[in-house]
Nanobody, 118 residues
């Protein structure tokens, strides 16, 4: 079992910045991939960014140039630095963990609310 806990959500004005973190515990093995997803009310959950234990990253087009994903394998922690925030970034942000490249199952955190006001 893998447990995931997100932190860092909150209220921020448009144009501001916020940093999220996700710490994993339990049966952690490598290689693996961790990712940030978000879901706004009435919208489908979407991938924001992902990063493998080897450091390979990918981003949704909507956040490229504004968000940066990183991880500290020694601490089993993933981060998401969010800059130049827009109201459309408002959502619940959730952390996902899966072993890679064979994903038998995925583990999810409970999510943290990010609200961007104009």
């Amino acid at each position: 079992q893998v447990q995931l806990v997100e932190s860092g959500g909150g209220l921020v004005q448009a144009g501001g910045s916020l940093s999220l973190s996700c710490t994993a515990s339990g049966s952690i093995s490598r290689p693996n991939v961790m990712a940030w997803y978000r879901q706004a009310p009435g919208k489908q959950r979407e991938l924001v960014a992902s990063i493998t234990s080897g450091g390979n990253t990918n981003y949704a087009d909507s956040v490229k140039g504004r968000f940066t994903i990183s991880r500290d394998n020694a601490k089993n922690t993933m981060y998401l630095q969010m800059n130049s925030l827009k109201s459309e970034d408002t959502a619940v942000y959730s952390c996902k963990f899966a072993r890679w490249p064979i994903e038998i199952r995925a583990y999810w955190g409970q999510g943290t609310q990010v609200t961007v006001s104009s």
